[in-house]
């Protein structure tokens, strides 16, 4: 994952030995370098093969390599860049050969993902692959600014975006609650505007190069005109309301905004991104220009004054001139703009590159910014339906194409469309659960924007999401892991079990459902609760559901005993966790796990006896009300299932045959 453009299977295996050895063409790159090292020592990890030589070999100092690698040129992290590659495994010998050295990244972590084993090795099938991504930009947005994320936390993040290839790192670094980034010529900013949660440039240069090591460009985002009440508590001088600001503790859309009529905010402006440029070599950088409602220049005079002056007739025009003015300061340090659609004007240069995502919670059409851009000349890039922070499903995003279906596109407009972004805003997302609302998802959604646009089998893609997600442990992610840290917090370090066979069947509310109206959590609340130990596509909502179509298709006695193994799990554990010595967080998930308990009771009783009574399926009834209900900011993944149960019962009424 994501799956290859071509791939030729045939019978035969490499197996992995100690003798294992790599060599590289003479035009090596410090990427080949890093990649091969962290290739080598994750299949000795993978295999427990004591490999004999830790690192890869120049071509011209080894004969007969187990892998021989051949590269051109060293790649650019630029749009259109060819990151194609070919991998041919035979018995006796692997070969990778592309044009760049990005294309050889992606070609090691292929090779990796084909390791498999049989009782007494380990190895590799005989295999010739030819790929290439179908989108030049596969990215991952993480918000820095809502809830700060640590250097570590993004490398690890970076790592598993360069295991499913994805090739672009935007980094949301301003915004209401927080200015993340170091700046040498207007300090206050980061001074007064991060709660001394920032990263200094010396850090910045250090994600840069990480990132560029494993074939990602990383694009920075300055939120602005609006968003920017941490901009404006280190300078109120460039706001467009007089008052006093404070880094905002809830989430929402806030009205203060940068004043477009002053010229100290395109002074601060330019040296903070002639400071980015220096940090930054990609060529974009993204400006925002989201969700700026204008309340603050609506009620100042002297900008309504300075609107009437320049024919500039509504705020939209008003960030227009806004907009302008940064493109040509941005021009001048050698970069290009990029914004959410909001920046998408008439007078905007076609050079500026359009983020689509509207739809994501709104009363538009998806993708319609993005087939507007395209016809418009401008590049652009879909983020709407990728909104990962959103909770919903990994089917949902897997089926969203890059571009929309049943379009009228040219060949030349579709072209535009550089791909997509998948994108996590963390107003309930901390470095302690960050990865779990990230992974594995993302990677399915690496899939879609690399691989073919018929790869849509949602199947196949849960049986290999699951083997991916794993294996993303050896690179640091805490997706998995972490559930355990907050469950023991939970209980004060009790036996966690009964709260984990909890969490396999509870997902946290979705679209936003959780923090309704921004104001139920701040930026620093707690998010060690239940909610943040549960995950999207609970892993035994399947199991079960599967468990419950089998049974409605056949009441035999394998498909019954099944379902009530289900029920014993779910009454034996909620036993276990009544035992726990309580406190108040437990005290609130218990209603929930005794309804649970309670109408897996009822049901046992049915598929035992044979029969229903009408009482019990008014207890039942009772009981899926109350489960439908959210509770402790958690919605019951199997609730619909246990419905579909209390139909088909309530269908039979009385005796049924099993």
């Known amino acids: 994952m994501p799956w290859p453009q071509e791939v030729n299977i045939r019978d035969g295996r490499f197996v992995i030995n100690s003798n294992f050895t790599i060599s590289v063409t003479k035009n090596s790159s410090k990427r080949i370098k890093v990649a091969t090292t962290k290739f080598l020592r994750r299949l000795s990890g993978r295999t427990g ?95 820095v600014a809502r809830h700060f994320q640590p250097v570590d936390v993004l490398k690890r993040n970076l790592d598993a975006m360069a295991a499913v290839k994805l090739n672009v790192f935007h980094w949301h670094l301003t915004d209401d609650q927080g200015f993340r980034i170091e700046s040498k010529s207007y300090p206050k900013l980061h001074e007064l505007g991060s709660d001394g949660l920032y990263y200094t440039q010396s850090q910045i240069k250090e994600v840069v ?20 009440t941490a901009i404006l508590t280190a300078y109120p001088e460039i706001a467009s309301k007089d008052t006093i600001y404070s880094i905002e503790r809830f989430s929402g859309i806030f009205n203060p905004t940068l004043d477009p009529t002053n010229s100290k905010t395109y002074e601060i402006l330019d040296s903070l991104f002639g400071e980015l440029a220096n940090l930054f070599p990609g060529k974009y950088i993204h400006i925002g220009g989201d969700e700026n409602e204008g309340k603050h220049w609506d009620e100042n005079l002297k900008i309504q004054k300075f609107k009437k002056k320049n024919n500039l007739i509504t705020n939209h025009d008003l960030q227009t001139y806004f907009n ?64 990962i922070d959103l909770m919903q499903p990994v089917s949902k995003h897997y089926l969203v194409n890059p571009i929309p279906v049943n379009n009228n596109l040219t060949l030349k407009e579709k072209q535009r469309i550089l791909g997509g972004e998948a994108t996590m805003w963390t107003e309930l997302v901390t470095s302690l659960n960050i ?18 646009e018929k790869i849509t089998n949602l199947e196949s893609m ?48 979705k679209i936003y ?41 056949d009441q035999n006695s394998k498909n019954t005993e099944e379902l009530i193994r289900f029920f014993d799990k779910w009454i034996t554990n909620y036993t276990k966790f009544k035992n726990l010595n309580r406190n108040p967080i437990l005290t609130t998930i218990l209603p929930l796990y005794k309804n649970i308990a309670s109408v897996s009771k009822i049901y046992k009783n049915v598929l035992l006896h044979k029969k229903v009574t009408k009482k019990q399926l008014k207890e039942i009834n009772n009981l899926l009300l109350e489960l439908k209900k959210p509770i402790v900011d958690v919605e019951l993944a199997i609730y619909e299932d246990l419905n579909k149960l209390f139909i088909f019962f309530n269908k039979k009424r009385t005796n049924f045959k099993i």
């Open 209 to 228: 190069e990480y990132a560029s090591d494993r074939g990602i460009l990383v694009v920075p985002e300055i939120d602005v005109p609006g968003h920017a």
């Open 462 to 509: 849960y049986k290999r999401l699951e083997y991916v997600s794993f294996r993303l442990e050896e690179l640091g992610i805490t997706h998995l892991r972490n559930r355990n840290v907050i469950l023991r917090n939970i209980t004060n370090n009790q036996q966690t079990e009964s709260l984990d066979v909890l969490t396999k069947i509870c997902e946290p509310l």
């Open 49 to 143: 093969v004591f490999i004999d030589n830790g690192f890869a070999f120049n071509s011209s100092k080894i004969k007969n390599p187990s892998l021989a690698i051949t590269f051109n040129r060293i790649g650019k992290l630029e749009i259109y860049e060819d990151e194609s590659y070919e991998l041919k495994v035979s018995d006796t010998k692997i070969y990778i050969h592309a044009n760049t050295d990005l294309g050889v990244i992606h070609a090691l972590e292929t090779l990796l993902q084909l390791m498999t084993t049989s009782h007494d090795s380990y190895y590799f099938p005989k295999v010739t692959i030819n790929d290439k991504p179908r989108f030049t930009w596969r990215g991952l947005m993480i918000d």
């Open 435 to 452: 990865d779990s609302r990230l992974w594995p998802r993302t990677a399915a959604i690496a899939e879609r924007f690399w691989s073919d």
């Open 324 to 387: 302008l003015k940064l493109e040509k300061i941005l021009a001048k340090y050698g970069k290009s703009i990029m914004g959410w659609e909001e920046i998408m004007t008439n007078n905007m240069t076609t050079t500026a590159l359009i983020h689509s995502w509207k739809g994501v919670n709104e009363n538009v059409a998806a993708g319609e910014s993005l087939i507007k851009a395209a016809k418009k000349g401008y590049n652009t890039v879909l983020s709407n339906g990728y909104y």
């Open 513 to 553: 459902t959780r923090n309704a109206g921004g104001i139920e959590y701040k930026t620093y609340s707690p998010f060690t609760l239940f909610a943040d130990a549960c995950t999207v596509d609970a892993s035994d909502s399947f199991k079960f559901n599967k468990s419950i179509n089998h049974f409605l298709n």
